[in-house]
């Protein structure tokens, strides 16, 4: 007996290479063959059975209103979306309806909805008309950008496998910076720019015009471009802006 049963698995592991199968296949037609009502459902398991045709036609259809609404979910609001229309789902079924969909999860990249809208537009239009009529060297362009020390360092490092990388940093990771910055087509030095610690007040951007008119990169006669960030248009310092310009 225990000799027939050897050669039953040589004769089969020969007939599986010669097919080019692996010995998964075999053992499943060695069962199906001695007992055809092994995984006799469509789709060779119970798996697909659970909803029908026109129930897999609605989950997909809530998978994909549910995602036009908005692109940034996660599997667990999904699985709990399909809870509340009575579809009991795993986070594996879940993954594999997203790849069969074609998606996979990204990056996300964040865009106004309200940046080109008619009334913006309209206000850009105007703006591009209003700098075909001035002298260019008399604009001067400002803007600011503020930056927490710990978002600057690089993601990626190199290190041994298996182990972590690390860099030892003497700056805290909480530190604040906010640089400052007008630029123009005017004389020598087109730029003229701060750095400072910490986030900027209007009380700072009031000091930083003040200085630029003070060394001279803002003179009389020169066009100020900002956009409207609160530290610029404060009432705090509205008059004194206004009498210093």
């Known amino acids: 007996d225990r000799l027939s049963k050897k050669r039953e698995w040589f004769e089969r592991r020969i007939a599986l290479l010669q097919f080019g199968s692996d010995r998964t296949l075999g053992w499943f037609w060695k069962i199906k063959v001695h007992d055809p009502s092994f995984r006799s459902g469509m789709w060779g398991g119970k798996r697909y059975e659970k ?51 074609g998606w996979s999860f990204k990056k996300v990249e964040y865009k106004q909805r309200n940046k080109y809208t008619i009334t913006n537009v309209t206000a850009y239009g105007v703006f591009v008309g ?12 400002m803007d600011e950008v503020h930056f927490v020390s710990k978002n600057v360092n690089r993601a990626r490092g190199l290190a041994p496998i298996g182990e972590p990388c690390v860099e030892l940093d003497g700056i805290h990771f909480a530190e604040r910076y906010s640089a400052s910055a007008l630029i123009s087509l005017d004389g020598p030095s087109p730029l003229f720019a701060t750095l400072r610690k910490g986030s ?33 248009t404060s009432r705090e310092i509205r008059s004194r802006l206004d009498h210093l310009l």
């Not at 209003?130 to 362009?141: E, P, Q, S």
């Not at 009380?203 to 066009?223: H, P, Q, S, V, W």
Request: charged share 25%; proline share 1%; aromatic share 12%.
């Open 51 to 101: 909803w029908n045709n026109e129930e897999r036609l609605r989950m997909y259809t809530l998978l994909w209103e549910f995602v036009q609404e908005t692109p940034v979910r996660s599997v667990n609001e999904i699985r709990q979306h399909f809870h509340e229309h009575n579809f009991n789902v795993s986070q594996t079924t879940i993954r594999r309806m997203i790849r069969s969909c």
């Open 200 to 232: 900027n007040t209007a009380e700072d951007f009031l000091d930083y015009i003040t200085m630029a008119c003070e060394r001279g990169f803002l003179k009389n006669g020169d066009i100020l471009v900002c956009d409207n960030a609160t530290v610029h």
């Open 130 to 141: 209003f700098l075909c009529h001035v002298d260019h060297r008399r604009l001067k362009f």
